[in-house]
């Protein structure tokens, strides 16, 4: 065994078990490659983060140059730190531009793998870097669908809020609806099944207001609000519609029908 290897696995060594001064005095001496890897692809920064060993942490990325190097198997620290629940960690390596969408080998992200595991503050942290809701991996699988799978309702409730997607698949033809219900959680299931069920209430106000708009029923008006100077769009009844209608349109809609229709925009 070379001294370089010795010092490879010494330092290694010391980000598995926590020893901090071991790994400072390799930083500082420069001993080996701190990006140095074991026989799977492990680098000291992945082995520290799966081990919760926040100081050390913090003394690699600031000599890391990639903070995103892939294990044999695609993972990365990031993933490790999520994986084990190490909220400072991750917090520490998003802060140091850490990427949330790398996919490891099976397609998994850090977010599925805090989604898969429950660890509802480490998917905050990762919603509030926007990283990407939707990324599928090589069975299809979204972090929607893990966390509907394991039962994890309040997971589910923040990938929901922010609008990630409800109706892709997997490879056998299944949503996070059918996940849900497959697993027997019932809270997931009327949770979903809310979302989904205002999500088609939508759909069909938008395509009644563009029926109406197109035909000259109803007219829309946009203003600032005072508040926070956000525009809103406000449907409005034109006054004399039938004017505008042909004599059978008349018989199908009055101005009544329209105003009586507008209560559900």
């Not at 922010?162 to 849900?180: E, P, S, V």
């Amino acid at each position: 065994m070379t001294i370089n290897n010795i010092h490879k696995d010494a330092f290694l060594y010391a980000a598995e078990k926590g020893l901090f001064q071991v790994i400072r005095e390799s930083l500082e001496m420069r001993l080996c490659d701190i990006n140095c890897q074991n026989d799977e692809g492990w680098t000291a920064l992945m082995i520290a983060a799966a081990n919760g060993h926040k100081d050390i942490i913090d003394a690699l990325v600031v000599h890391t140059l990639s903070h995103d190097v892939q294990s044999n198997l695609g993972d990365t620290a990031l993933m490790w730190a999520a994986i084990k629940g190490h909220k400072d960690i991750v917090d520490a390596l998003l802060a140091h531009n850490c990427s949330p969408d790398v996919q490891g080998n099976g397609g998994w992200t850090a977010l599925m793998w805090a989604a898969d595991k429950g660890h509802k503050d480490i998917v905050d942290a990762l919603l509030a870097h926007t990283c990407n809701l939707d990324w599928q991996n090589n069975n299809a699988w979204t972090a929607l669908m893990m966390a509907a799978a394991k039962g994890h309702r309040d997971i589910v409730d923040m990938l929901i809020r922010q609008k990630c997607k409800l109706d892709l698949r997997d490879n056998n033809g299944r949503d996070a609806l059918a996940l849900a219900q497959r697993h027997n959680h019932v809270e997931v299931v009327v949770l979903i099944e809310n979302q989904l069920r205002l999500n088609r209430n939508w759909d069909h106000r938008k395509a009644l207001m563009l029926v109406l708009t197109g035909r000259n029923y109803l007219q829309v008006s946009s203003s600032a609000t005072a508040d926070t100077g956000r525009v809103v769009q406000t449907p409005v009844v034109i006054q004399g519609v039938s004017a505008a209608l042909t004599s059978s349109e008349k018989v199908l809609c009055d101005v009544f029908l329209v105003q009586h229709i507008m209560r559900y925009i």
